[in-house]
């Protein structure tokens, strides 16, 4: 009977064999030796080298070693790839927070600036603030241009569009 995790006792290991199928499993040396395993002690004894190669064969630690490295690599790359998305999802929720800041503050000031009479405008002012608008508005097409190659890269482009909003209660609630 195989195991359906490469860590798992197979059918009929003893538990002592499984302890030390376990103990060459966790060595921290690659290559893993059998050699060193005879070293260890379970249960006050040492195991001779050809009690190990017997269990080894017949338990097929090899095969479930290198499955069980190869699990452990992709637990460990499924942790990195999630890290990684999280960090990009933390970077691009503060950088659309920014940008929408911009663009509420451009917006109240060509709003005050529209109260004023057109010869009251200062042309320069004018000017930086339709800029500064036009630079917020390039910054969210930038982030949602990322996301949409990203999803591209991904495959997920048939994917619904999430949108991104800043919860309420946040540090950035503060408006400007």
């Given at each position: 009977?195989?195991?359906?995790?490469?860590?798992?006792?197979?059918?009929?290991?003893?538990?002592?064999?499984?302890?030390?199928?376990?103990?060459?499993?966790?060595?921290?040396?690659?290559?893993?030796?059998?050699?060193?395993?005879?070293?260890?002690?379970?249960?006050?004894?040492?195991?001779?080298?050809?009690?190990?190669?017997?269990?080894?064969?017949?338990?097929?630690?090899?095969?479930?070693?290198?499955?069980?490295?190869?699990?452990?690599?992709?637990?460990?790359?499924?942790?990195?790839?999630?890290?990684?998305?999280?960090?990009?999802?933390?970077?691009?929720?503060?950088?659309?927070?920014?940008?929408?800041?911009?663009?509420?503050?451009?917006?109240?000031?060509?709003?005050?600036?529209?109260?004023?009479?057109?010869?009251?405008?200062?042309?320069?002012?004018?000017?930086?603030v339709v800029l500064a608008y036009?630079?917020?508005?390039?910054?969210?097409?930038?982030?949602?241009?990322?996301?949409?190659?990203?999803?591209?890269?991904?495959?997920?482009?048939?994917?619904?569009?999430?949108?991104?909003?800043?919860?309420?209660?946040?540090?950035?609630?503060?408006?400007?």
């Amino acid at each position: 009977m195989a195991s359906t995790h490469p860590g798992e006792r197979l059918a009929g290991e003893t538990d002592l064999a499984y302890h030390y199928f376990c103990l060459y499993r966790d060595q921290a040396q690659r290559p893993r030796s059998l050699r060193e395993l005879c070293q260890q002690e379970v249960n006050g004894k040492k195991r001779s080298l050809k009690v190990m190669g017997r269990w080894s064969a017949q338990y097929r630690w090899q095969e479930r070693v290198s499955e069980w490295d190869l699990a452990e690599s992709h637990r460990q790359l499924a942790q990195l790839v999630a890290k990684r998305q999280a960090d990009i999802e933390a970077f691009a929720q503060e950088d659309f927070f920014i940008s929408k800041g911009v663009q509420r503050l451009t917006s109240k000031k060509i709003s005050a600036l529209m109260t004023g009479s057109p010869a009251q405008v200062n042309a320069t002012e004018l000017r930086q603030v339709v800029l500064a608008y036009d630079v917020s508005r390039s910054w969210l097409k930038d982030l949602i241009g990322f996301f949409s190659e990203e999803a591209n890269r991904l495959g997920t482009s048939d994917l619904e569009p999430v949108e991104v909003s800043v919860s309420a209660g946040s540090a950035h609630d503060n408006n400007p």
